[in-house]
């Protein structure tokens, strides 16, 4: 447990800031961001987001997938936001990965998943898709603010993705 421990201690140590006594559970901003889980990506200053203002819900890719969909609808209809904000970024690590090989792997583990890698070839046209899904599903009451952005990690550059625009 080389991380687990180290990490239990420094919370601990910083129990005063960490708590949040009076901060409410509904996002003061009304906005939910759907982001990749990369590791350069550091979604509070990029966005200039405070603890509060928003939902954060991250996956391999910043996809919309059926769970990320499920996280959007909870925070829509039960916790009151009206916006989403889509980021997935330059150099991902499913840009250009094997949909093929990463399957067969794991049914070389004996596992047939019912969830698909998600790998892609156009972080632009993926996101676009992505957008487009939100756009179209049911599941969230709010559908007319959903916007997408793409990250370059070696610039630090914030461009938008409009499929509408295309
Ligand atoms: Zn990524």
Redesign the pocket.
Known sequence: MPNADEMLAIAASRRDQLAAPGLEPRPRRNVAVLA???TRIDLFPMLGLERGDAHIIRN???LATDDAIRSLSVSQRLLGTQEIVVV??DD???HQASEDAFATALAADGVLPTWRLGAFDDVEATLGHSLARLRSSPELPVRDRVRGFVFDPETGALREVDPAAE
């Open positions: 990749c889980m990369d391999a890719g910043g997935m970024h991902c690590g499913l």
